[in-house]
Every structure is written in C-alpha cells, then in structure tokens.
C-alpha cells in the first residue's frame, strides 16, 4: 500500500494513538513505587491534616522557590483570596487584573467585594505589561495581579517599579508559572511567585507540579504578612479557638503533600522536557502563513504550561476540527475576555467593554498538547497534522 501524501508531496506519518493533552497516567508510572508508598506512609501514620508529609513539603518549596514562608493551602483559588485577605483590603478598593485569563483572578477580586479593574495584554508574550497597568491606575488602586499565563513571567521589573511609585501591593498568579526564572537589568534572578509581596500558586493535577486533587500554595518573604496569610487560612487563629479575624478553612492535605513531596525534586526535568516539546513545536511549525508560534521572552525561562499559538483570519475552529479528525486533542485558553463573562458584564467593577488585544486573542488562541511525556514520534505526528491544514 502506498503511503498517504500531504498536498506537498510530503509524505504523512501514520496515526498515533492515544494523544493526550496531559498525560498524568504516564507520568504517575514512571514514579508508582515511590508515590503508592509515600501515600500508604501518610495512610498507616493517621496524619491526614497537617502531618509530617505537609511541613515537609512547606519546607521543601520555601527551598525550591527561594522563598522564606510557604503557606500551604486547599487550592489556587483559594491562595488568591487568601493572599488579597491578608492585604487588609477594604469593600471598593481597586485590584488590576489582566483581562485574559483563567476568571479565579478576577474572581476572587468580585468575591472579597473588591472592584477588578482588568486591563490588556501583549498580544505575542499573553501577559501584562507595566504600560497596560499604568493608565488603569487610580487613587483606589490598591494591588496588582500580574498573571504569569502559559509559563513564562511577566516582566516584572517594571511593575515592580509602578508599584513602588503608586504603593501598591504586588499579588502573582504563578499557577502556570512555577519553576520560571526572571531575570532583573542588574543580573539578578529570582523564580516566578517570589517578585511582588505574595505570590499564589495552583497544585491542580494538570499543572506543572500537579497534585492528585486539589492543592495550592501562598508564599512571601514578609514574616508579618506570612502570619497574617496562616491566620487567615485557618479560621482567623493563631492558636486554637482563639479568632483574631474572620478567615476561612483551607488546608492541603496530606496525602496531596505526599504526592507533592515526589514529584517537586522532578519539576525542573518535567519543566526541562516541556521546553524540548515546545523546541520541536517551534522547528517544525516554521514558515506556515497565518500562524505565530508563542514568543518567548529573553529576561524569561518557559516552562510551557500550555504551548500555544494564535491562528489568524478565523481558521481557528477549521483547525481544531481538523485536529481532532486526526485524533489530537487541542484546547482554546480563553474564548472568552473576563470583561464579557456574564458574572462581570455590566457590573460596576467592570470599566471597560473592549480591549483590542485580549479581545484578538480570545478568537486567536490554540492550544497544542503539552507534557513531560511527550515523544519525538508524538510530536512529529502532531506537528505534519498542523502544517498539513495550512498546506491543503
């Protein structure tokens, strides 16, 4: 039988069965040894909430981020809301947030009766900028959430600055951002969710460092700030029944801390692996008109959470269809600006109805699968799917 042949004349890679845009199971082989016996260890000792396995694990990525406090806690969402509590913020005061992205940024912002002021993005590196934030500023603005969105930082360095001018406090969303590194004008390098006063990161399983249920983090390097963030998310105490503020109950587990415990000394080769994934994706995805592949900043590493190109001239849905007939999954992260979710539509919160550049890559945005576990003949396969739509 001949083999099948692109419009090129090139010759097509059989099917590949089985792609997946996260492959936890994969993963989960690799290290069954080591994470059936750490959870059966936590199962045996009784020490479900707060146990051995959970300071541990507080302590190792104090060490790993470079950070002085970790609080750990239930999940991504729940660091965000804790973190913007512990600021002391009032009903009303304003918190910039960049309008593309997961809505838990913004959310948490509308929950604690805050006003989400959302403002655009850099239409290649997805994140906020210093000169999106700065029009958006106020004499209420009291915070900024810069989202560090697909694995690679913002940069930092200006907002930093902002910040400082204006005196407000700097909240990271590094739930796809952990194990990125930023590097400042003067040489310094920090990770991700170490540069502002708190950074807030996601444990869901399919991030980077991904538990087997829900989990998150807060860090800070501010000792006062890391007692107000453990107060808040244990009920308001300090000590037991004694409530020096309203908080709420979040915890990780330990059985997710156990997990974590495993997988944490592996993120850099999982981050590793992802960026040879995307190295493959970028040689191989070259030259196609209507296609940008992601750029990726030179005062930032990626660590590739999603790899994710925008497709112009509306042939964004012909393009997952055609991938999806080939059996490759793809998701779009976001279709939808927060400033046109119906939880934010017409709210006094929201300020703005249009942003030209968010509102490009709402209709733009595509996303390839993107893992530690991918293999070269994966790739290829995925990669002569795409270039096979742009060349019929």
């Known amino acids: 039988m001949a ?23 994969a993963q989960y ?12 260890e936590v199962v045996r000792s ?22 002085d406090h970790v609080v750990p806690c239930a999940n991504g969402t729940d ?58 500023i106020t004499d209420k603005t009291r915070a900024i959430i810069p989202v560090h969105l697909y694995g690679q930082s913002c940069d930092m360095e200006p907002i930093i600055a902002l910040a400082q ?6 909240v990271e969303d590094n739930a796809q951002g952990i194990g990125a590194e930023y590097t400042f004008s003067d040489g310094r390098v920090q990770r991700t969710g170490t540069l502002g006063d708190i950074g ?3 444990f869901y399983p399919s991030k980077n460092l991904g538990a087997y249920g829900d989990g998150g983090a807060i860090n800070t390097d501010s000792l006062e700030l890391s007692k107000k963030l453990r107060k808040v998310a244990n009920h308001g105490q300090g000590r037991r029944y004694y409530h020096d503020l309203v908080g709420c109950n979040s915890r990780l587990d330990s059985i997710q801390a156990a997990v974590l415990n495993c997988k944490l000394p592996r993120l850099a080769g999982y981050n590793e692996r992802r960026n040879r994934a995307a190295d493959f994706y970028d040689a191989h995805l070259q030259g196609l008109t209507g296609l940008l592949t992601p750029q990726r900043q030179e005062n930032s590493t990626h660590v590739f959470h999603q790899y994710t190109l925008r497709i112009d ?31 934010f539509r017409g709210t006094a919160a929201n300020k703005i109805d249009f942003l030209p550049n968010t509102d490009l890559l709402t209709k733009e945005v ?20 795409v270039r096979t739509f742009f060349d019929r």
């Open 313 to 343: 001239g509306g042939r964004r849905e012909a393009l997952q269809e055609h991938l999806k007939e080939a059996g490759i999954p793809s998701m779009i992260y976001y279709p939808v600006a927060l400033y046109d979710q119906e939880a």
């Open 29 to 40: 082989e690799a290290m069954q040894q080591e994470v059936d016996g750490a959870i059966m």
């Open 165 to 170: 001018k204006h005196h407000l406090y700097i």
């Open 200 to 202: 807030c990161t996601s």
């Open 79 to 136: 660091a965000l809301q804790i973190a913007l509590m512990a600021l002391g913020l009032s009903p009303g005061d304003e918190v910039i947030v960049p309008a593309f992205t997961y809505v838990a940024s913004a959310e948490v912002i509308a929950l604690l009766r805050l006003s989400p002021v959302m403002v655009d993005v850099d239409p290649r590196t997805f994140n906020v900028r210093a000169e999106d934030i700065e029009g958006a």
């Open 46 to 67: 009784g020490a479900f909430i707060n146990g051995p396995a959970v300071k541990n694990f507080q302590a190792a990525l104090e060490r790993f981020l470079g950070t």
């Open 3 to 25: 083999t099948p042949t692109a419009p090129d004349g090139r010759a097509q890679l059989p099917p590949v069965a089985n792609i997946q845009m996260v492959d936890l199971k």
């Open 366 to 385: 595509i996303s390839l699968p993107m893992h530690s576990e991918l293999d070269e003949h994966t790739l290829a396969y995925i990669t002569d799917s």
